[in-house]
């Protein structure tokens, strides 16, 4: 996760007319930034919940994700073995749900953060 939402530029845009939503939405950042914290989440109890010997971290994956913001390059977590099944954005699937898209706008929006 290299970048962070910024939200003097997000609210610069918001000011010029960029679309929220759609393809370069304002908030298609935001969506990626929350997604890929969600996933390190997971691989964190995952290897927490299955401490098997030598089997780690071990870097990550990219996919072209499309969601109703846009779409965007999203990093997901990998184990050694290969053992480690992400349930937010599963293995080859490359559309997040509308749901998912809508629960993070509103957590975010109710000040939740992964911070």
């Known amino acids: 996760m290299a970048t962070t939402f910024d939200f003097e530029t997000a609210l610069k845009q918001l000011q010029s007319g960029q679309a929220l939503t759609g ?10 930034q929350l ?10 109890n995952y290897i927490e919940a ?3 010997q030598g089997n780690r971290r071990n870097g990550y994956t990219r996919k072209t994700v499309k969601s109703t913001s846009g779409s965007f390059e999203l990093e997901t977590p990998r184990d050694r ?24 706008i509103s957590l975010y929006a109710l000040g939740m953060s992964y911070r």
């Open 81 to 104: 073995n290969g053992e480690f099944e992400p349930q937010l954005v599963k293995k080859n699937q490359t559309k997040l749900s509308e749901e998912i898209d809508n629960k993070i």
């Open 23 to 32: 393809e370069n939405g304002i908030l298609t950042p935001l969506i990626k």
């Open 35 to 44: 997604t890929e914290a969600a996933l390190e989440a997971e691989i964190e």
């Open 50 to 52: 299955n401490p098997k």
